[in-house]
């Protein structure tokens, strides 16, 4: 599912990187507690032996995804990646138009 076909604005695409290998898809809900509503879209394993999760939230609980503390709880669960599609795609836009790009001279 990519970040263009989510229909509903109050919902945000969020990627999570880093989680254990033996994750699976209720364990994110667990992982995030205090998230009222994850719908979990794909897990993978990548060539590191972690596993990955694309995972939809209302936008309004973003902060508690950026904000959670794992170690509470999770030990054993090395520092996460957690980044909100649409902030990735914002900053992406921001690097490939810079409002005042700088400008290589030309060669002589």
């Known amino acids: 599912?990519?970040?263009?076909?989510?229909?509903?604005?109050?919902?945000?695409?969020?990627?999570?990187?880093?989680?254990?290998?033996?994750?699976?898809?209720?364990d994110i809900v667990i992982i995030f507690p205090d998230v009222p509503s994850i719908k979990v879209m794909k897990l993978w394993l990548t060539d590191l032996n972690l596993v990955s999760a694309l995972f939809l939230v209302h936008k309004n609980d973003v902060p508690l995804i950026l904000t959670y503390d794992k170690k509470k709880k999770f030990i054993n669960i090395p520092p996460l990646v957690v980044i909100p599609i649409s902030t990735?795609?914002?900053?992406?836009?921001?690097?490939?138009?810079?409002?005042?790009?700088?400008?290589?001279?030309?060669?002589?």
């Open 88 to 108: 990735f795609k914002h900053q992406f836009h921001l690097q490939q138009h810079p409002k005042n790009p700088v400008r290589t001279p030309p060669r002589t």
């Open 1 to 26: 599912m990519d970040a263009k076909h989510v229909s509903n604005t109050d919902e945000e695409l969020i990627y999570v990187g880093g989680l254990p290998t033996e994750t699976n898809y209720d």
